[in-house]
Nanobody, 125 residues
Framework: QVQLRESGGGLVQAGGSLRLSCAVS????????MGWFRQAPGKEREFAAA????????YYVDSVKGRFTISRDNAKNTVYLQMNSLKPEDTAVYYC??????????????????WGQGTQVTVSS
């Protein structure tokens, strides 16, 4: 079983940057795909970015392309989401997620197996 714990959220002004971290523990394997989702107030949770635990490339929702970068450090068992040029509409609770099998693209529609507890990101205008 995989456990996830996010950190790094906070309050930032529009145009600023934040880096979220997701510490991964448990029995993770090369068949896992890792992702970041977000849920804004009054809205449904949405996919933001995905990366394969071993290879598999990356994939982003259009609204964050060119501003967010997902990466991983397998030695540290950590997945990151570097967020630059933040906008007020990026305000949300950000969740780390893990899905067994699938691809970075299928992360957009398949329900992950494991979720973190979430971390709040607030972007002020």
């Amino acid at each position: 079983q995989v456990q996830l714990r996010e950190s790094g959220g906070g309050l930032v002004q529009a145009g600023g940057s934040l880096r979220l971290s997701c510490a991964v523990s448990g029995s993770i394997s090369s068949r896992y795909v890792m992702g970041w989702f977000r849920q804004a107030p009054g809205k449904e949770r949405e996919f933001a970015a995905a990366i394969g635990w071993i290879g598999g490339g990356t994939y982003y929702v259009d609204s964050v392309k060119g501003r967010f970068t997902i990466s991983r450090d397998n030695a540290k068992n950590t997945v990151y989401l570097q967020m630059n040029s933040l906008k007020p509409e990026d305000t949300a609770v950000y969740y780390c997620a893990a899905a067994f099998g699938g691809t970075v693209r299928s992360m957009t529609w398949q329900s992950p197996d494991t979720w973190g507890q979430g971390t709040q990101v607030t972007v002020s205008s």
